[in-house]
């Protein structure tokens, strides 16, 4: 039976501390333990941590996860590298680290360090976007695992959004940008060039107008969201202006058309809807259309026309 997300999350912070009672003390190497590429923990003043560490030692366990037999880092990721620093420096005594541990899955795993992220650093919008999509991958994964039961009529973005205290609407905004975006507008998107109004409005454009105005914002132009909202309607007008002029050319009734080619294009379009609903057909009607196929043979033999 899943569980609900209050529980996920109730879990994951434990987990993220160490402190729930299934986790279990353990003397690790430095070498056992690993720093996953879902790390996104900010690391900075490293020297200052080691400094500390070596003046004071480790105060507490660092936390991990064991998934499929290695240890993963959940919780300790500035401590582990002020670590790395003293052993670089002669400072074997280090390689020995207390850890507590449990078993768990690597969605589990990705759960509980991502609610390290969310909730114990300040986050830009840019960061909110690169955080809903892991909080989207890792929940709809814990969905197809049976880990996380949805509540009816609810959607994993919904859930993205209630972790994260984002409303619905800005979650799929920064979805948006994350998927339809170029390059160049995620880059204006991450230095704060561009908030996410401006971004969310360009992710709707072309490719090349997408990197045309990422140029403008780069070279220092200040364009509003509202000025990339006018472009991105206009771009809506003239996709829509473009699907009625097919139609129009593609429309019997049209003035150029000669009324022979009208009473052709009537015929293709009964034959092209039967194309649709001959499953309906049954023998009789099977038997007329063949019948018809046969006349309309016989009157192209008579007029001399060369067969197909």
């Known amino acids: 039976m899943g569980a609900n997300i209050l529980d996920i999350l109730n879990s994951a912070t434990l987990a993220q501390a160490g402190n729930s009672e299934e986790y279990q003390d353990i003397i690790l190497d430095f070498s056992e333990i690993v720093v996953t590429k879902h790390n996104k923990y900010s690391m900075g003043e490293l020297e200052e941590m080691a400094t500390g560490l070596l003046m004071g030692g480790l105060q507490q366990p660092l936390v991990v996860g064991m998934v499929d037999g290695a240890y993963w880092l ?61 909080w989207k991958e890792v929940l709809t994964q814990a969905r197809k695992e049976g880990v996380l039961k949805l509540d009816k009529g609810q959607r994993v973005r919904d859930y993205v959004a209630v972790i994260m205290g ?88 049209d003035t150029d058309t000669t009324e022979e080619e009208k009473a052709n294009a009537a015929k293709l379009h009964v034959l092209k809807m039967l194309g649709n609903y001959y499953t309906w057909m049954n023998e009789e009607e099977k038997g007329i259309l063949e019948r018809i196929l046969e006349d309309c043979k016989r009157r192209k033999r008579e007029y001399a026309l060369p067969m197909d």
Do not use: W
Not at 88 to 108: Q, V
Not at 222 to 247: H, L, M, N, P, S
């Open 74 to 134: 959940i919780s300790g990721h500035r401590r582990i590298a002020g670590i790395e620093i003293l052993i670089s420096e002669g400072h074997e005594e280090f390689k020995s680290i207390p850890c507590r541990y449990k078993a768990m899955t690597e969605t589990e795993f990705r759960i509980a360090l991502l609610v390290g992220n969310t909730f114990n650093r300040r986050m830009t919008d840019y960061d909110l976007m690169i955080q809903a999509k892991e």
């Open 166 to 253: 984002e409303s619905a609407g800005k979650i799929g905004t920064l979805e948006a940008i994350n998927n339809q975006a170029t390059p160049e507008i995620k880059e204006q998107f991450q230095n704060g060039n561009m908030g996410i109004t401006a971004a969310g409005a360009a992710a709707t454009l072309p490719e090349e107008q997408q990197k045309e105005i990422a140029a403008q914002v780069a070279a220092g132009q200040d364009i509003k969201a509202e000025e990339i909202k006018a472009i991105a309607e206009e771009e809506k007008g003239k996709k829509k202006k473009t699907v009625e002029e097919r139609q129009q050319e593609q429309n019997v009734s």
